[in-house]
C-alpha cells in the first residue's frame, strides 16, 4: 500500500517529531539505556512513519508525536531490563509497540512481530525496511494458530487480552525456562485473581516508572 500525504502534513509531522529528540535522550537516560545517535533515529523515524500511516490508518489512538515518543517508545524501553534470552514474540504488536524500540536497543537478540491485520503487517514491514532492522521479522496470524519450528525465550505483550486469555492463546509457544511479560496499566488484581494458585506463585507484579508520563503502569512476569 502507497500512502499519499500533502508537503505540508509531512512537513509538519517531522518537525514535531523531531522535537521530540531531548525528550528521548532525557528518558532513555532515566532508564538507564544508552543511545546510539543511530537508535536515536531509528526510533524517532518509526514515531515519524507511525504519525504518517496513522492519518489514513487506526494505528493507534495516540496522534500527537511527543506523546507516541512517551507512550509508545520510552513506554516500551521502560520493560528492557525484563527481557531474557536471545528470541522474542512481540504478541499483537500493532504499530510496533514494544517490539521495535526493543529490537532497536537489542540488536543482538532476535524479534518476532506478530499481529492478525494485514494492514498492521505491511505497515511493520515498511518499519523494518525504513529505518533498517536486520533482527526483525513479522508474522501475520491469530497467536493461538501460530506454529514456530522455534519457541521463545520471551514473549511479550501490550495491552492486548486479558492474562488468562493470553496464557491460553500461547500455549506451546515457550520454553520451559521462557517468561511472558505482560504490559498493564493498573494493577491487575482481577486477572490475577482468576488465574489457578499454581500460577499465581510463579507471577510477579513490578511497578514501571515511565518518564513524562503521569498515570499508572505495571508489568507482569510469568516464568514458566
Not at 545517535?37 to 493507534?60: G, K, P
Not at 511479560?181 to 494458585?197: D, T
Request: with cysteine; hydrophobic share 40%; proline share 4%.
Amino acid at each position: 500500500m502507497t500512502l499519499s500525504h500533502s508537503n505540508t502534513e509531512i512537513n509538519s509531522i517531522h518537525r514535531v517529531v523531531s522535537k521530540g529528540l531531548p525528550i528521548l535522550q532525557s528518558g532513555a537516560e532515566e532508564l538507564g539505556i544508552e543511545l546510539t545517535d543511530d537508535m536515536q533515529r531509528q526510533l524517532l523515524e518509526h514515531v515519524e512513519l507511525l504519525a504518517r500511516w496513522n492519518l489514513r490508518l487506526n494505528l493507534t489512538a495516540i496522534t500527537s508525536p511527543r506523546q507516541m515518543v512517551i507512550q509508545h517508545i520510552l513506554d516500551s524501553l521502560a520493560i528492557a531490563s525484563n527481557l531474557r534470552g536471545r528470541t522474542v514474540l512481540d504478541v499483537g504488536s500493532g504499530g510496533g509497540y514494544p517490539g521495535v524500540p526493543l529490537a532497536v536497543i537489542f540488536p543482538q537478540r532476535q524479534f518476532t512481530l506478530l499481529d492478525s491485520r494485514g494492514k498492521r503487517i505491511e505497515f511493520l514491514r515498511h518499519v523494518i525496511g525504513k529505518i533498517g532492522l536486520s533482527n526483525t521479522s513479522t508474522v501475520k496470524t491469530r497467536v493461538e494458530d501460530y506454529q514456530p519450528k522455534q519457541k521463545f525465550d520471551t514473549l511479550v505483550c501490550r495491552a492486548f487480552s486479558s492474562l488468562e486469555d493470553m496464557l491460553r492463546r500461547t500455549q506451546g509457544l515457550q520454553y520451559p525456562t521462557s517468561r511472558l511479560l505482560a504490559m498493564k496499566g493498573k494493577f491487575p488484581a482481577e486477572e490475577i485473581s482468576v488465574l489457578p494458585n499454581t500460577l499465581q506463585r510463579r507471577l510477579k507484579v513490578e511497578s514501571i516508572e515511565v518518564p513524562f508520563l503521569d498515570a499508572k503502569r505495571h508489568l507482569v512476569v510469568i516464568e514458566f
